[in-house]
């Protein structure tokens, strides 16, 4: 392996004066060991010269230890922005419902255990694989080039479900802007209702005593006979609520299915372009600017779950919702039933947005020894306790419904639109000041559907960032604006009469299979392929050393436990597949044909780019074969580099960190990668042959451009190689 310097700086002509390979490490560094006391003084603001470029993105700061592509104001800004990013709409509308379907306060025991076993290890994965790699979740797969389509299906789903996901933030825009009046237009029948709009249960028919004989008659002739039903025997009309109502007729402006497309609803579409000017405004400087917007996005819906809580708990009937939901009703015996934790894993898979490529894309952007394991812990258990909570605020009013409108809690539980657009709005309508609840309500769905949608657009802004760091350097705003402006178009058809029956069909395809079949790829190719103990590896660079104590769980769940869980999941998803429906609509047989289409187009790059990476790759599959690790070795002698940079410091306890600034993807497998990330201690005489190295994994010659980094605590240094690496 040979390393040529090939820029120019004070310090790197001054590391390239002549020095035989004889003189070593300690000859080179008795050259250059003994600098003058200026040149000590200015070694730290020489650092600046010792960078390949010092042009800078624009959301970058002379504090970023990444000045290509910048990293996080703060710690808080990338931990609210995680938090924002996994706790979103799923934890409010959906968890609740899984919770007393599932035999209530029972369900939290596979829920617990699905997220210790396959929800947080590939969230740690994930966080680590970002962070370690500086990049987003395309480029990431240079460490494996062969599944980097994993990379672009990740964010071709992200950008089908940004469409409809803005969407739904705009219902909530909509209903925010309905709340500012003094009586909530859903809160009776009024002119836009039809005759089965109707806030109680009507009476068809029943069972009653005439003559001494029992007959079944209509209510109208129960009552003019003034006879009286027979418990037990009432037959109820089809009514619908008034909210039921608002929501297909006048909000949606609903169709009679998919076919019929109809016109696009004027003040939804003009809610879409206002979330997306929202989003583009958080967005438009990068982490810089939505880390700062995610302090008030992320915390405030808290205060509200915390105020609807409290106004809640003290109403009638909450009591009877909260046991529903996690009391006297949870049934231990539901555990028997393979269902509930199938429902378990999935909630858990999808509620912590693992495999969507924003994970990798949000800690891309940390510094390099950022405590990613304390990072993941703390976000995965905030987001579980958070639809914990949520759970105890939605049913404590949807109780309260069940008491006024005498109905048992399971006939007003709904989950997913109908909890969000239907029977809370309901139940907020009972309560006093109802403007006012139906505010708070509304604008926390709003405020949980932006963190979300943040992270998902910087999943895209991330990639094209990789692609092109030199357009995003000068056109960042540009871009984003321009990037939010297509996906506003394409998102028009989900704001026509027919629009929710699109948003249904995206989210029952690309939400669900592809994410699944891209997750299975990513951890069987990072711990089977790339390796499962050299990724741990590149994590305790990050971290520290840990016990083999420590990493027993996640090597346990890593290669066995969380593949086989993500596989059961897939297979039992296919077994189980039904056509989408909305309601009692179903969907033509060509919607569910866009439907597969859709998900055949984000899953399609996986195999084509594999395939297309070993047709450019010389040589054949036989001739690919693994290299065993070799140390660099260089007529300019490495590590005299090294040791020449620690003869700066006069404090001999100095440490030094080394890495390189990204992978090689130049290998037909698993990629030809320099690995120099490790800590020197200065002034060491000994350097293990396992501390500086090159894995390499293809027979084929290849010539690359690479930067090498060393810095301390005062100090940066950076040179760039030309590394011919040649099998040996």
């Given at each position: 392996?040979?390393?040529?310097?090939l820029v120019s700086?004070?310090l790197?002509?001054?590391?390239?004066q002549e020095?035989?390979?004889?003189?070593g490490?300690i000859?080179?560094a008795?050259q250059?060991?003994?600098?003058?006391l200026?040149w000590?003084?200015?070694?730290?603001?020489?650092?600046?010269?010792f960078?390949?470029?010092?042009?800078?993105?624009?959301h970058s700061?002379d504090?970023d230890?990444?000045?290509?592509?910048?990293?996080?104001?703060?710690?808080?800004?990338?931990?609210l922005?995680?938090?924002g990013y996994a706790?979103?709409l799923?934890n409010v509308?959906?968890?609740p419902?899984l919770t007393?379907q599932?035999?209530g306060?029972?369900?939290?025991?596979?829920y617990?255990?699905?997220l210790a076993?396959?929800?947080?290890?590939l969230?740690?994965?994930?966080?680590?694989l970002?962070q370690?790699a500086?990049?987003g979740p395309?480029s990431?797969?240079r460490?494996?080039?062969?599944f980097?389509?994993?990379?672009?299906?990740m964010v071709?789903i992200?950008?089908?479900?940004?469409i409809?996901?803005n969407?739904?933030?705009a219902?909530a825009?909509y209903?925010?802007?309905?709340?500012f009046q003094?009586?909530?237009?859903?809160s009776?029948?009024?002119s836009?209702?039809?005759e089965?709009?109707?806030k109680?249960?009507?009476v068809?028919?029943?069972?009653?005593?005439?003559g001494?004989e029992?007959?079944?008659a209509?209510?109208s002739?129960?009552?003019?006979?003034?006879?009286?039903?027979?418990?037990?025997?009432?037959n109820?009309?089809?009514?619908?609520?008034p909210?039921?109502?608002?929501?297909?007729?006048?909000?949606l402006?609903?169709?009679?299915?998919?076919?019929?497309?109809?016109?696009i609803?004027w003040?939804?579409?003009?809610?879409?372009l206002l979330s997306?000017i929202?989003?583009?405004?958080?967005?438009?400087?990068?982490?810089?600017?939505s880390?700062k917007v995610?302090?008030f996005?992320?915390l405030?819906?808290?205060?509200i779950l915390l105020?609807?809580l409290?106004?809640?708990a003290?109403?009638?009937?909450?009591?009877d919702?909260?046991e529903y939901?996690i009391g006297?009703?949870s049934n231990?015996?539901?555990?028997?039933?393979a269902e509930?934790?199938?429902?378990a894993?999935?909630?858990?898979f999808y509620?912590?947005s693992?495999a969507w490529?924003?994970?990798v894309?949000l800690?891309?952007?940390?510094k390099?020894h950022?405590?990613c394991?304390s990072?993941a812990?703390?976000?995965?258990?905030?987001n579980?306790v958070?639809s914990?909570?949520?759970g105890f605020?939605?049913?404590?009013?949807?109780g309260?419904?069940?008491?006024?409108s005498e109905?048992?809690?399971s006939?007003?539980?709904?989950s997913?639109?109908?909890?969000a657009?239907v029977?809370?709005?309901?139940a907020l309508?009972k309560?006093?000041?109802s403007?006012?609840?139906s505010f708070?309500?509304?604008?926390?769905?709003?405020?949980?559907?932006l963190?979300s949608q943040?992270?998902?657009?910087?999943?895209l802004t991330?990639t094209i960032?990789d692609i092109?760091?030199k357009?995003?350097k000068?056109l960042r705003?540009?871009?984003t604006?321009?990037l939010?402006?297509?996906?506003?178009l394409?998102?028009?058809?989900c704001?026509?009469?027919?629009?929710i029956?699109?948003?249904n069909?995206?989210d029952h395809?690309c939400a669900?299979?592809?994410?699944?079949?891209?997750?299975?790829?990513e951890?069987?190719?990072i711990v089977y392929i790339y390796?499962?103990?050299?990724?741990?590896?590149?994590?305790?660079?990050?971290?520290?050393?840990?016990s083999?104590?420590?990493w027993?769980?996640w090597r346990?769940?890593?290669?066995?436990?969380?593949?086989?869980l993500?596989m059961a999941?897939?297979?039992?998803s296919?077994?189980?597949?039904s056509r989408p429906?909305?309601?009692?609509?179903?969907?033509?047989n060509?919607?569910?044909?866009?439907?597969?289409c859709?998900?055949?187009?984000c899953?399609?790059w996986?195999?084509?780019?594999?395939i297309v990476k070993i047709?450019?790759?010389?040589?054949?599959l036989?001739e690919?074969r693994?290299?065993?690790?070799t140390l660099?070795?260089s007529?300019?002698?490495?590590?005299?580099?090294?040791?020449?940079?620690?003869?700066f410091f006069?404090?001999t306890?100095?440490?030094l960190?080394?890495?390189?600034?990204?992978?090689?993807d130049?290998?037909?497998?698993?990629?030809?990668?320099?690995?120099?990330?490790?800590?020197?201690?200065c002034f060491?005489?000994k350097?293990?042959s396992?501390s500086?190295?090159?894995?390499?994994?293809?027979?084929?010659?290849?010539d690359?451009f690479?930067?090498?980094?060393c810095?301390?605590?005062s100090?940066?240094?950076?040179?760039?190689?030309?590394?011919?690496?040649?099998?040996?």
């Amino acid at each position: 392996m040979v390393f040529n310097p090939l820029v120019s700086s004070p310090l790197r002509r001054l590391l390239r004066q002549e020095c035989s390979v004889e003189q070593g490490a300690i000859g080179l560094a008795a050259q250059l060991a003994v600098p003058t006391l200026p040149w000590r003084l200015q070694l730290p603001r020489l650092a600046k010269d010792f960078n390949l470029t010092n042009e800078k993105d624009a959301h970058s700061s002379d504090s970023d230890e990444n000045a290509e592509r910048g990293n996080w104001s703060s710690k808080g800004d990338y931990l609210l922005s995680m938090v924002g990013y996994a706790v979103g709409l799923g934890n409010v509308w959906r968890f609740p419902y899984l919770t007393y379907q599932n035999g209530g306060g029972a369900f939290l025991i596979p829920y617990t255990l699905m997220l210790a076993l396959a929800g947080l290890p590939l969230f740690f994965m994930e966080c680590s694989l970002g962070q370690f790699a500086s990049l987003g979740p395309v480029s990431v797969w240079r460490i494996l080039p062969l599944f980097q389509g994993v990379g672009i299906t990740m964010v071709i789903i992200s950008a089908f479900v940004t469409i409809y996901y803005n969407v739904i933030i705009a219902y909530a825009l909509y209903y925010l802007f309905a709340s500012f009046q003094k009586v909530l237009p859903w809160s009776d029948c009024f002119s836009w209702a039809d005759e089965f709009c109707s806030k109680t249960r009507i009476v068809n028919d029943c069972n009653a005593t005439l003559g001494g004989e029992i007959i079944r008659a209509n209510f109208s002739v129960i009552t003019s006979h003034n006879l009286t039903c027979i418990n037990g025997t009432i037959n109820y009309k089809p009514v619908q609520f008034p909210s039921e109502q608002y929501w297909n007729k006048v909000a949606l402006q609903r169709s009679s299915g998919l076919d019929e497309t109809g016109r696009i609803v004027w003040y939804l579409a003009l809610c879409l372009l206002l979330s997306w000017i929202i989003v583009a405004a958080a967005l438009f400087k990068g982490i810089k600017s939505s880390g700062k917007v995610v302090y008030f996005t992320a915390l405030f819906p808290y205060v509200i779950l915390l105020i609807l809580l409290v106004r809640g708990a003290t109403l009638e009937g909450a009591l009877d919702g909260i046991e529903y939901y996690i009391g006297r009703q949870s049934n231990i015996t539901k555990l028997m039933e393979a269902e509930v934790w199938k429902d378990a894993a999935t909630q858990i898979f999808y509620s912590l947005s693992v495999a969507w490529g924003g994970l990798v894309a949000l800690s891309s952007y940390n510094k390099f020894h950022n405590n990613c394991y304390s990072d993941a812990i703390l976000v995965c258990v905030t987001n579980c306790v958070t639809s914990v909570f949520a759970g105890f605020a939605i049913f404590s009013i949807l109780g309260h419904m069940a008491f006024v409108s005498e109905r048992p809690v399971s006939e007003v539980v709904d989950s997913g639109f109908d909890l969000a657009f239907v029977a809370y709005p309901e139940a907020l309508s009972k309560l006093p000041v109802s403007p006012l609840w139906s505010f708070l309500f509304f604008f926390m769905l709003l405020l949980l559907g932006l963190d979300s949608q943040f992270a998902s657009i910087e999943t895209l802004t991330t990639t094209i960032q990789d692609i092109s760091p030199k357009v995003m350097k000068k056109l960042r705003v540009p871009v984003t604006l321009g990037l939010c402006a297509v996906l506003f178009l394409l998102g028009l058809i989900c704001v026509t009469q027919a629009g929710i029956y699109w948003v249904n069909l995206i989210d029952h395809f690309c939400a669900g299979w592809g994410i699944l079949i891209s997750a299975v790829l990513e951890i069987i190719g990072i711990v089977y392929i790339y390796g499962g103990n050299r990724f741990i590896e590149d994590i305790e660079m990050m971290i520290g050393k840990k016990s083999c104590l420590f990493w027993m769980w996640w090597r346990v769940c890593w290669f066995f436990v969380t593949p086989a869980l993500l596989m059961a999941i897939l297979i039992w998803s296919l077994i189980t597949f039904s056509r989408p429906t909305y309601g009692s609509v179903s969907y033509p047989n060509w919607g569910t044909a866009v439907g597969w289409c859709m998900i055949i187009f984000c899953v399609i790059w996986i195999p084509i780019v594999a395939i297309v990476k070993i047709l450019k790759a010389e040589g054949s599959l036989v001739e690919v074969r693994e290299k065993k690790p070799t140390l660099i070795t260089s007529n300019l002698n490495f590590f005299g580099i090294i040791r020449t940079i620690c003869a700066f410091f006069s404090d001999t306890s100095t440490t030094l960190t080394c890495f390189s600034t990204g992978f090689l993807d130049q290998n037909i497998i698993s990629g030809s990668y320099i690995k120099v990330a490790s800590i020197l201690p200065c002034f060491d005489e000994k350097i293990k042959s396992n501390s500086l190295g090159v894995h390499t994994y293809t027979p084929f010659k290849r010539d690359f451009f690479h930067q090498f980094c060393c810095y301390s605590s005062s100090f940066k240094f950076c040179e760039e190689f030309l590394l011919l690496s040649i099998p040996i």
